[in-house]
């Protein structure tokens, strides 16, 4: 860099200064040198007297035009000094004493990492290519370093309007950063201070959500000296991640701190919900039928002219995953009556067939249940980064619910005989068919185990597509939270027990195995609801990286665990969560 000098006549004070031709500069460094101690000046005056012109030209410095008397021994000194080879300077100093302020012209410079003022401007970087922030400044202010805007996201909204940089006060900013055009924050001001430049970090903690993201950026930016620190996570499966930049091209992070927070346990799958009955309800058992002398010549007795009723419960409500539905063992068939059936003499009359319960079923005994899925647990410690947000989707899935078990069949009603023929007529005892069962209830459906949740991540940045590089950095990860076991399906209910048949009545002799009413079928079992699937661990993560490879230099990782696999009810427990400091994946 150029360097710029101010000279400052003392010729007609005879001081002795000119001898070291005085001058301030901003050095290399951009930083001004410091004087001359001005204690040595005399002496460097002094230094000079052998080459001091004659007493006789009364000229101290050459050109100062005030009078110079030989027996000033310090006026002769600075004269001495006019004629000294470090007094050359002085020599034009004029008589009265001038204070021209250095001449910096403005060169280009960019924020660095030892604080240099490269073109004098009393700062760190350009002021004029920045707009300032800080906590105490207000988003109505111009964004100067007097008058600083009061949050990060204005301060980009301006600099990206007018093609500038954010300088950012060291301090705490609650507040979620987005950047979609080329514009740079820099941290480490102290605004208290002049804006000068010092070795902290800005830092933002927004609370919730990821600090910084950077997105659709084509052209270069840099993020310099910040603290990039996600909040906790609180609720189940919520993942901690410190930064993310999708689709852009060449960020520069430097000098930053990524700090992710342990993530959230996942949820623990729910066991599914117990009946409160364990067995559906007996069907009805069938009416008995009454013994009785029934002729035909004389008057019949009042029970030869009913019938034994088949078993008919009630209808009942069954509650299970599928919701309520109408549930009720086949009804059982009345018994025969054949004086009421006017049979001929020696005949046989069936019994009424036992009905379907309903729902319907074909078979005698109901079908029981078939056999429910269980969830799949989870293989997988990572989940998904959509639009570069780490989420926990390497959950179990949910069992599948019971069938339920088809209600038993109405057993038949029982048959009746009528006497044979006397002298032309039919009589003589008779036997009355019993009622048939009514079939046992289907069971309900057990309700399934719901899914473990995924443990939540914990991840410093996230890069997808875009050319990043890394540079003294240092990314801080906490621990993977762990998976949420697998919730375990709840049994279904058995199906109920028939309804026997009634017997049937056995008055004079005329009794057959054909006259006993028939037991319902037994109702079908419903089967268990399937068990929930385990969820996986969180992963702990420094750069998770979909694309091209990051450029990293002097950095430094701290990272925590991964989290545990939940376990489940059947099979193996579900995977642990991907641990790396650099990790490559696919979308």
Known sequence: MKRFVRTIG????????????????????????????????????????????????????????????SDDALSNAGAAGAAGAAGAAGAAGAGALEDLEPECVPTEDEPDGDFSDTNCDGIDGDASHAVFVANQGSDEAAGTMDEPVQTLQHAIELASGEGKDVYICNGTYVENVVIEYAVGLYGGYDCENGWRRITDRASIEPDDGVPLSIIGVANALVVDRLALRAPPSETASESSQAARVVNSNSVHFSRVELRAQAGAPGKQGS??????????RAGADGDEAQLARCQTRYTLASACQEAAYGGAGFTLECVDPYGVYQNRGGRGGDGANAWLSEASCGDTVDGETGQPGSPETSSHDGRNGAAAKDGVTSVSGFGSIPEGVYQATNAGTNGDPGQRGLPGRGGSGGNSIMPFTNQGFCEGDFSRGGGGGQGGYGGCAGFPGTAGGAGGGSIGLVVINSQVEVNWSTIITGNGGDGGRGGKGSLGQKGGEPGTGGDGSTAGGNQSSTNQGQDGGRGGDGSPGGHGGAGAGGPSIGIVVVGDDPVLNDCTFNLGQPGRGGSAVAGAQAADGKHAQVDWTTL
């Open 10 to 69: 003392l010729g007609s004070l005879g001081l002795g200064l000119s001898a070291l031709g005085l001058f301030a500069a901003c050095s290399g460094d951009g930083q001004k040198s410091k004087q001359q101690d001005p204690e040595n000046l005399g002496a460097a005056g002094v230094a000079g007297a052998e080459f001091a012109p004659p007493p006789e030209t009364h000229n101290a410095g050459g050109s100062g035009g005030t009078e110079a008397h």
């Open 271 to 280: 066991d599914g919900e117990v009946h409160e009955v364990s067995q559906a």
